[in-house]
């Protein structure tokens, strides 16, 4: 059973204080951990059709991985929320604001056992044309952690690292021209100042996890990953295109934006998660035992 929810999706599965074991109980954080990002752990990208058209396909959603993984551990006992806004950043001047978001303040105040943030990649592309933006990136970075430790102080914060790619499909007309690795380590440069600063916030970088790049973003989607991995347009009309398409083109390939993660991508971020919530905290992040009563 999901124990995932989005701002209106699923009902949040609490579990009550006096169902919680005594060392659990001590603290104030929440049983549960709130996921914020855009769409790369949302899972919704935009493809190219070759010589046909455009559609946004969705794939399974981190917070989907998540609750697998939890469930196989038996933390029944820990929510998942799932505060993913596509289209957003920190510092895009086009984009939605993300800490101006209700995903954001909701999980800013839930005040949960961890948060997990993913990079906001339209911010790495955008600042790499700016004189400033690796400064304004770490402004707006700082900013949207204070508001997280001072509404939810008792929340461990894991802030997952920029990775480098080279752009594929339409992600050259999404995101604009191709950064470099200098680039990439100067934001994530950001990220080690804002973990160097405060104990309660821990650095994964995604820059050394995926080597090499490609085996873990979504690059060419054959007819058999497509329904392999159960991608779906975010618009059903389009279904009609991609059908038509495969049916003159049976072994053709629609082109991902070599960006978003695929399912190597996804499954090894949430294996690294799990390592970590252990090492921060190996008494709340365990299998919830009721004992003899």
Same mark, same amino acid.
């Given at each position: 059973m999901l124990r995932w929810m989005s701002l209106i999706g699923l009902v949040f599965l609490w579990v009550s204080v006096s169902s919680v074991p005594f060392s659990q109980a001590q603290t104030s954080a929440m049983p549960c951990v709130a996921i914020m990002g855009d769409s790369l752990p949302a899972g919704a990208f935009v493809t190219q059709i070759p010589g046909t058209g455009v559609t946004v396909l969705e794939s399974r959603p981190i917070v989907d991985v998540l609750d697998t993984a939890f469930a196989a551990r038996d933390w029944h006992h820990l929510g998942i929320y799932d505060l993913s806004v596509g289209a957003s950043a920190l510092t895009?001047?086009?984009?939605?604001?993300?800490?101006?978001?209700?995903?954001?303040? @909701?999980?800013?105040?839930?005040?949960?056992?961890?948060?997990?943030?993913?990079?906001?990649?339209?911010?790495?592309?955008?600042?790499?044309? *700016?004189?400033?933006?690796?400064?304004?990136?770490?402004?707006?970075?700082?900013?949207?952690?204070?508001?997280? *430790?001072?509404?939810?102080?008792?929340?461990?914060?894991?802030?997952?690292?920029?990775?480098?790619?080279?752009?594929?499909?339409?992600?050259?007309?999404?995101?604009?021209?191709?950064?470099?690795?200098?680039?990439? *380590?100067?934001?994530?440069? *950001?990220?080690?100042?804002?973990?160097?600063?405060?104990?309660?916030?821990?650095?994964?970088?995604?820059?050394?996890?995926?080597?090499?790049?490609?085996?873990?973003?979504?690059?060419?989607?054959?007819?058999?990953?497509y329904d392999e991995r159960r991608y779906r347009p975010q618009n059903p009309a389009d279904q009609t295109m991609l059908d038509a398409y495969w049916a003159?083109?049976?072994?053709?390939? @629609?082109?991902?934006?070599?960006?978003?993660?695929?399912?190597?991508?996804?499954?090894?971020?949430?294996?690294?998660?799990?390592?970590?919530?252990?090492?921060?905290d190996p008494v709340n992040f365990a299998p919830l035992s009721f004992g003899e009563q």
């Open positions: 895009h001047p086009d984009l939605v604001t993300y800490p101006t978001t209700a995903q954001f303040n @909701l999980g800013a105040s839930l005040n949960c056992q961890a948060v997990v943030i993913f990079p906001f990649m339209n911010d790495l592309y955008i600042n790499d044309d *700016r004189l400033m933006g690796v400064i304004d990136y770490g402004t707006a970075l700082e900013t949207m952690l204070e508001t997280i *430790r001072e509404e939810s102080p008792n929340s461990d914060i894991i802030l997952l690292s920029f990775f480098h790619t080279t752009l594929g499909g339409l992600g050259g007309a999404t995101y604009g021209d191709d950064v470099t690795v200098a680039h990439v *380590r100067a934001m994530n440069a *950001r990220h080690d100042i804002a973990c160097g600063a405060d104990e309660q916030v821990t650095c994964i970088s995604l820059l050394d996890l995926f080597q090499p790049v490609e085996n873990f973003v979504v690059g060419t989607i054959t007819p058999e990953a003159s083109n049976p072994a053709g390939a @629609l082109l991902g934006d070599n960006l978003h993660l695929g399912p190597e991508g996804k499954t090894t971020i949430v294996a690294t998660l799990m390592s970590a919530f252990v090492a921060i």
